[in-house]
């Protein structure tokens, strides 16, 4: 199975900041099936992005996604508060599918 | 608007089998590839196993045998059977489904969850 690690674990930001959150594969995901999720407290995930950079319908443009085989990059331009929650990297080329432990974006 | 609904008991016995629905409204649950996932309280998302109408279900190696998934199209439902359960299998379920287009394509709509939890 493919292994996703994700880092930091915790990132203290401010509003208007720039955010950068890393996902690293065990192995290559093929043909960049990973997508990014960002859930707040009580509420399911919710999808932004799939095949590792396109935008879900609904993603404010400020959130981009990059990368490719085994290192992959979830960038929030300028954090609005509604943005200070939970992120996770999912893999869904390989089964099982597989996600990682989560980023956690947290208000300084 | 697709909505995903879970259903069942929140409180089940060591031992016992975790039986979940899913019920989906605002779409046919004939188009489209469907999965559980759940979520430790405090953890990560673990994806349990998906089913499609018209395939055999595929599940995460890591829960053997204990997993079932099963679908009801005339019902727009599907569900989860989980045995022999242990404290270990305490998580929030959620039901999703996968955007349009096959299994190999990730969740766009979830449930809200359901807290399950296994204790005597």
């Known amino acids: 199975e493919i292994v996703l690690t994700q880092s930091p674990g915790t990132l203290s930001l401010s509003p208007g900041e720039r955010a950068t959150l890393s996902c690293r594969a065990s192995q290559s995901v093929s043909s960049s099936y990973l997508a990014w999720y960002q859930q707040k407290p009580g509420q399911a995930p919710r999808l932004l992005i799939s095949g590792a950079s396109s935008r879900a319908t609904g993603t404010p443009d400020r959130f981009s996604g990059s990368g490719s085989g085994t290192d992959f990059t979830l960038t929030i331009s300028r954090l609005e508060p509604e943005d200070f929650a939970v992120y996770y990297c999912?893999?869904?080329?390989?089964?099982?599918?597989?996600f990682g432990q989560g980023t956690k974006v947290e208000i300084k | 608007q697709v909505q995903l609904q879970e259903s069942g008991p929140g409180l089940v016995k060591p031992s016992e089998t975790l039986s979940l629905t899913c019920t989906v409204s605002g779409g046919s649950i004939s188009s489209f590839y469907w999965s559980w996932i759940r979520q430790p309280p405090g953890k990560g998302l673990e994806w349990i196993g998906y089913?499609?109408?018209?395939?055999?279900?595929n599940h995460n190696p890591s829960l053997k045998s204990r997993v079932t998934i099963s679908i009801d199209t005339s019902r727009n439902q599907f569900s989860l059977n989980l045995s022999s359960v242990t404290a270990a299998d305490t998580a929030v379920y959620y039901c999703?489904?996968?955007?349009?287009?096959?299994?190999?394509?990730?969740?766009?709509?979830w449930g809200q969850g359901i807290l399950v939890t296994v204790s005597s």
């Open positions: 999912q893999q869904y080329g390989s089964s099982p599918w597989t």
């Open positions: 999703a489904r996968h955007t349009p287009g096959g299994a190999r394509l990730p969740f766009d709509f």
């Open positions: 089913m499609y109408h018209s395939a055999g279900p």
